[in-house]
T-cell receptor, first 112, second 108 residues
Framework: NAGVTQTPKFQVLKTGQSMTLQCAQD?????MSWYRQDPGMGLRLIHYSVGAGITDQGEVPNGYNVSRSTTEDFPLRLLSAAPSQTSVYFC???????????FGQGTRLTVV | RKEVEQDPGPFNVPEGATVAFNCTYS??????FFWYRQDCRKEPKLLMS???SGNEDGRFTAQLNRASQYISLLIRDSKLSDSATYLCVVNGGGKFQFGAGTQVVVTP
């Protein structure tokens, strides 16, 4: 059972570079979301999607773009990386408004 | 004010003892509630769902008080392997809100 798969697991970027964090789920879940986790801050919602073609901003969307062209995939794009985006990023999926969230293993991103 | 608030701890607990901690949430329309466990900033993993009537899973007991908007977790007979950060999670319409976590350290 693959569940939620995130790639890459680790990444180092230079300031100003762009990149895409990949997230894929094989559970046919409608809901997908991206979080970042910084020390002492808990998980903060970046963007989320309630189905293919539908995305919305979360708590900390600035500097990130998302799209949801298929049910399975929900990539997160960093447009111009900044040191403040150094964090651990988690993708999650869920099959409904009252269901639990399933997480990918995380991407540890460092921007230098 | 954060949507989900937790005491960050750490709660230092002797092995075999009981520990309990709470979280509060601000959105009264929240629909479902969970406790997740997170080890060393790895991905959070579901510990248990929380129901209004209260529920138990082995040594873990969770309670939900909708009127006061708080959720509790009690761990009985603590094991060294229970050392982790426990995240209170609230689902409101598919958007999950997380507390910052309560750190539990079980000592021999």
């Amino acid at each position: 059972n693959a569940g939620v798969t995130q790639t890459p697991k680790f990444q180092v970027l230079k300031t100003g570079q762009s990149m895409t964090l990949q997230c894929a789920q094989d559970m046919n879940h409608e809901y997908m979301s991206w979080y970042r986790q910084d020390p002492g801050m808990g998980l903060r919602l970046i963007h989320y999607s309630v189905g293919a073609g539908i995305t919305d901003q979360g708590e900390v969307p600035n500097g990130y773009n998302v799209s949801r062209s298929t049910t399975e995939d929900f990539p997160l794009r960093l447009l111009s990386a900044a040191p403040s985006q150094t964090s651990v990023y988690f993708c999650a999926s869920s099959d409904g408004q009252v269901s639990q969230a399933f997480f990918g293993q995380g991407t540890r991103l460092t921007v230098v | 004010r954060k949507e989900v608030e937790q005491d960050p701890g750490p709660f230092n607990v002797p092995e075999g003892a009981t520990v309990a901690f709470n979280c509060t949430y601000s959105n009264s329309a929240s629909q479902s509630f969970f406790w997740y466990r997170q080890d060393c900033r790895k991905e959070p993993k579901l510990l248990m769902s929380v129901y209004s009537s209260g529920n138990e899973d082995g040594r873990f007991t969770a309670q939900l008080n909708r009127a006061s908007q708080y959720i509790s977790l009690l761990i009985r007979d603590s094991k060294l392997s229970d050392s982790a950060t426990y995240l209170c999670v609230v689902n409101g319409g598919g958007k999950f809100q997380f507390g910052a976590g309560t750190q539990v350290v079980v000592t021999p």
